[in-house]
């Protein structure tokens, strides 16, 4: 199997996302790039969140709603994406309760969430409590960084003993692309917290010619456990 690599420009697409979708990313780091990724390619009203925590300037110089109305949102966002957070707290903004992302996507037609933590590290594997995805999301997308595969998992995943129990391994062992893909489809991982009627797919960033060998392999991989999954690769931009 041959992965092509895309452009983060071309990730909505790829996605197969529609006129409207709910859309929860988990996973390891590069969710906050997707999530404004996402925000300038889908069109109409969009709300941009996080249901745990993410840095208090990652709104990039959107419109920033705190712990807005829905009256609000959905007037705000006709101009443009906007960020909608519950408050900030130094240099953390605290996320919203889930229950508030299903109203929004009542209203408006996309609403993209950071719905787990990594700590910046390209890949992990989900507490107890972890990931928190409301309930009417349509799509999962787990995020996985090319540049944790082939690295020793204590050092490159968060939650590394977690990684290690799904993956049927040591947290010592460097993480190759089966222990990845056994991680991503395991029932006791991101799986038991996806909705009913939603569709998981993965994003495996950074990609370039050095590591297009372990793209290439962890999709075979994916493919094989679970070939319901929609697989997107997406390059390494500048």
């Known amino acids: 199997m041959v992965v092509a690599a895309i452009p983060l420009t071309e990730v909505a697409s790829a996605l197969g996302v529609g006129d409207r ?16 990724a996402l925000g300038d390619q889908l069109a109409g009203r969009i709300v ?4 745990t925590k993410m840095g208090a300037d990652e709104h990039r110089g959107r419109t920033l709603l705190l712990d807005p109305t829905d009256d609000r949102i959905v007037e705000t966002s006709s101009a443009g994406p906007v960020v909608a957070l ?7 903004a605290i996320g919203v309760d889930p229950s508030r992302c ?20 390209p890949f992990k594997a989900p507490a107890a409590y972890e990931p ?21 998992i204590a050092d490159q ?5 977690r990684v290690a129990a799904l993956a ?32 998981l797919a993965v994003a495996i960033t950074k990609v370039d010619e050095a590591t297009m060998h372990h793209a290439d392999r962890l999709t075979a991989e994916l493919c094989r456990h679970a070939p319901d999954i929609r697989i997107v690769t997406i390059a390494r931009h500048a």
């Open 21 to 36: 979708s709910h859309i929860a990313l988990v996973g390891g780091g590069g969710k906050t790039t997707l999530l404004h």
């Open 48 to 51: 941009l969140t996080t249901t």
């Open 86 to 92: 519950r408050r900030t707290e130094g240099d953390k």
């Open 102 to 121: 299903d109203g929004w996507f009542a209203a408006v037609d996309h609403v993209v969430i950071e719905a787990d933590g990594s700590r910046g590290r």
């Open 132 to 152: 928190v995805i409301p309930s009417t999301v349509t799509v999962v997308v787990h995020v996985i960084g090319v540049d944790a595969l082939g690295r020793v």
């Open 157 to 161: 995943c968060h939650r590394p003993l």
């Open 168 to 199: 049927g391994c040591d947290a010592r062992q460097r993480l190759e692309p089966h222990m990845a893909a056994r991680v991503i489809t395991h029932e006791r991982g991101v799986r038991r917290s996806i909705p009913a009627g939603a569709e």
